[in-house]
Structure formats: C-alpha cells, structure tokens
C-alpha cells in the first residue's frame, strides 16, 4: 500500500488541523494505521495508532484528549484530528501502515510510510 499525506499547515496555539492519508490499493482495510511525528532535531515519534476496523485506538500521552485517529476504509483514507495544538505540536506528521490488526506504538511494527506533512503551530 501506497500512502500520502496531507492537511498540514500554519496554524496559532489553540487551533485546530485535520491530516489526511490518502492510501492506494484494495488491500487498506487489512492494515492497522498510524501517525508518528518529527520534530526538528528530535526523532521522531509515535502519536496515534488505529486498528484495521477502527475500534481500537491508542495515543501517546502528549496527545491524549487532544487528538483524534480514525479511517474511512470505504475512501482508502485515515485522519489525524489535532485540537489544542500547541507549539510542542509542531513536527513532520507521517502516516504508516502495518499488516498487524492493531496500531503501535513501534515504528520497527509498520511497513509502509507516506512522506510526511509539516504542522507548524505558532505561539
């Protein structure tokens, strides 16, 4: 599977995005998904994991309460909500995609990665 994503952008503290990963081929509702982030000079990190069917999720802990995963396996896509962003936000958003049934938090877990969208939250 084939990933892109997309959404990312300049955006105040307190505001709202919404990525989208855009996956290719017939086989995207086999794959659990994931978002993991980079920020500059850090390495990057895990965010949000979905499993295939979208019924189970997890966070890491700077995200909880404040963003959202989810999938429509009917338009090939998974979304990252992010609410109260805030500067710590700001990173190269990638989605990636692994054969197991549920997200992780490991990036050694997924197989394929899209090429990353810069969120850039100002103070």
């Known amino acids: 599977v084939q990933l892109q994503a997309s959404g990312g952008g300049l955006v105040q503290s307190g505001g709202s995005l919404r990525l989208s990963c855009a996956a290719s081929g017939r086989t995207f509702s086999s794959y659990a998904m994931g978002w993991f982030r980079q920020a500059p000079g850090e390495e990057r990190e895990f965010v949000a994991g979905?499993?295939?069917?979208?019924?189970?999720?997890i966070y890491a802990d700077s995200v909880k309460g404040r963003f959202t995963i989810s999938r429509d396996n009917a338009k090939n896509t998974v979304y990252l909500q992010m609410n109260s962003l805030i500067p710590e936000d700001t990173a190269v958003y990638y989605c990636a995609a692994t054969r197991l049934v549920l997200g992780n938090w490991l990036m050694a877990k997924y197989d394929n990665w899209g090429q990353g969208t810069l969120v850039t939250v100002s103070s």
């Open positions: 979905l499993s295939w069917n979208g019924d189970n999720t």
